[in-house]
C-alpha cells in the first residue's frame, strides 16, 4: 500500500517552545483557534472551518522517538460539479506524528486541505498559536544533500535516483524553465549531472534508498519541495519510517 505523508515543521520561533499538554487535547476546536488568530492566519482558520467540522484531536501513544495523533472530523466532499448543491460531509481519521525533541510533524494518507485543520489545530494546542507548524521548504541544497546520502559510498548497499525535476535550466545558451529526467540509475548519466548543476530549483525527486538499519531493506520514495512525502514499498513499518524521517530531519 502507497504511504503519502505530508512533512510540517514548527517555525523557528517555536522550535524549542512547543509542549504537549493531554488536557488541551480536549474540547478544542478551530472555533478557538480564530480566537487567537489575526491577518492571514485568521483568513486561512476561516477558510478552513469552511471544510471541516466536529474535529477532534486525540493524542493515543508515546514512542521513543515520537508522540502518535489522530485526528477525525467531518470533511466537505470535492464538488463534483459546478451546479448543484454543496457536497456533503463526510467522517475521516488519520494519523499525526508529532517528532519529539525536533520540530518535524508528519501527517499520513491526508491531502493538503484536510491536513490542513489538523495542523492549525495542533499548533494551537501544543503552542497556542495556529500558525506555528508550517511546510516544510525543500531548497536546491537539501535534495543535493539527500541525493548524496542516497549514493553515498559508505552504505553496504547503495540507492538510486530514478526522476528529478528541475526548473530554471541553463544549457546551451538556453533557459528552460522545467525539465523532468526519468531513468533508472540516473545518477549514472553526465546529462543528470550537468543540468543538474546548472539548475536554478529542484521540484521532486525518486529514489530508492540504501538499505535501511532497521529492516535490511530499501524503500521507493518520492519527495517534492513542500514536503509532500511518497513511500511506495509495501508493508511499510513504522520503524522504517521513523529511520528515514530521522535522515531528512539532517539534510531539511
Known sequence: MIKNCIIYRYSDEFVNAWKIDRNRFSDNNLQKCLETASGFTRRRVEALMKLVRNEELSLEEETRSHYVITYSCEFRAPKLTAAGSPPPFVPVSFKIWLREN???????????????????LLSHITTGDPSSIEHIKLEKENFLKLKDWVLADSHVAGGEIKHVSMRDVEQDAIKFKQITLNAPRLQDSSLFNQLLDSASAITSLSFTTPQLGSTSRSLNCRINYWGSLTIYTPNLLDSEIAELVRILEKVV
Open 102 to 120: 525536533c520540530p518535524f510533524v508528519i501527517s499520513f494518507d491526508a491531502g493538503r486541505k484536510l491536513s490542513g485543520g489538523a495542523i492549525a
